[in-house]
């Protein structure tokens, strides 16, 4: 069985950090792409960062650019994002999900975490 199970989300004021974690179990980790999105109430869910495990290959979205890390621990299953300098416009339910295809295509991510919330206050 795929899971994909999101943990580290929480209320931080803005500037803070926060650092998510995606634990994978149930698919050949080193085949696919993993990428984070997020989905604020009321907006459409945006992807923020792709990682392919295979290679290193990453992606950031234009808002997470110079901000955010994503890494891969292959031997844990385990792709984090690392969030600094959080903004209110941060605030989300953050989903982990994988695909065996290129990582930038953001419509074939086929396996989904339950997601975890974000907050940043002002």
């Known amino acids: 069985e795929v899971q994909l199970v999101e943990s580290g989300g929480g209320v931080v004021q803005a500037g803070g950090s926060l650092r998510l974690s995606c634990a994978t179990s149930?698919?050949?980790?080193?085949?696919?792409?993993i990428g984070w999105f997020r989905q604020a109430p009321g907006k459409e869910r945006e992807v923020v960062s792709c990682?392919?495990?295979?290679?290193?290959?990453?992606y950031y979205s234009d808002s997470a650019l110079d901000r955010f890390t994503i890494s891969s621990d292959n031997a844990k299953k385990t792709v984090y994002l690392q969030m600094n300098s959080l903004k209110p416009e941060d605030t989300a339910v953050y989903y982990c999900?994988?695909?065996?295809?290129?990582?930038?295509?953001?419509?074939?991510?086929?396996?989904w975490g339950q997601g975890t919330q974000v907050t940043v206050s002002s």
């Open positions: 149930g698919f050949t980790f080193d085949d696919y792409a």
């Open positions: 999900a994988a695909t065996p295809g290129p990582l930038g295509v953001f419509n074939h991510y086929n396996y």
């Open positions: 990682i392919s495990t295979n290679d290193g290959t990453t």
